[in-house]
């Protein structure tokens, strides 16, 4: 699983990953809340009912299918996209904080789940699969790509709201012009110089 999910971050990509990993993710979701809609195994058991079929088979096979796909993208490469996107003086403090949201949210769908499926029903499954439908239409629109892209790079990176840097890269342009990239990898900040250059000449217009 770390191999795979290595290869997926280093050829597929951050934020595709992130996106085909809800797309196909949710589709065993969908079947299980369909097949469990239709039979009823609960119902089924109560009444001592047992029946073996291919669908549920393939439900059984749709459950590992579905931890195989999460764990190999979501649950790899957002520790991957966590630890590069910050910068470096507050890494530690924002990595560790990432960290423990992931382990809250872990314990949080442990141990709701079984009150879920019990409660739910088939809903439980059809409840997981749209929050994977949503949280691939949220990688797809604010999650932009850094594969490739060094330190320097990423402060650029993120300092646009981030559909429109989704939108840049989308299209295949730079986030950022070259020479303002350039002007902040050596501490630059061309947007405040033309700020502070402005006042100037307005305090110079002023005076005459």
Not at 88 to 111: E, K, N, P, Q, Y
Not at 115 to 144: E, H, K
Not at 147 to 163: C, N, T, V, Y
């Amino acid at each position: 699983m770390f191999t795979f999910t290595f290869i997926i971050v280093e050829r597929v990509g951050r934020r595709k990953g992130l996106v085909w990993g809800a797309a196909l993710g949710c589709i065993p979701m969908w079947y299980i809340g369909g097949y469990v809609m239709k039979s009823d195994p609960a119902a089924a058991a109560l009444r001592g009912a047992v029946n073996r079929d291919g669908w549920g088979y393939l439900a059984m096979v749709c459950v590992y299918v579905n931890a195989f796909i999460i764990c190999a993208t979501w649950q790899g490469i957002t520790w991957t996209y966590a630890s590069e996107i910050f910068p470096l003086d507050i890494r530690m403090l924002c990595v560790s904080l990432t960290t423990a949201d992931t382990w809250l949210g872990s314990f949080i769908i442990a141990r709701s789940t079984p009150y879920m499926i019990s409660d739910l029903s088939y809903g439980a499954y059809f409840f997981f699969a749209a929050i994977l439908v949503s949280m691939g239409v949220w990688a797809f629109f604010f999650v932009p790509e850094t594969k490739g892209i060094s330190l320097e790079e990423m402060d650029a990176l993120f300092l646009r709201p981030m559909h429109r840097a989704v939108w840049a890269q989308l299209r295949g342009r730079p986030v950022l012009p070259e020479e303002q990239v350039v002007a902040r990898t050596k501490g630059i900040d061309p947007v405040r110089d033309e700020k502070e250059l402005d006042v100037e000449r307005v305090k110079h217009v002023e005076r005459r």
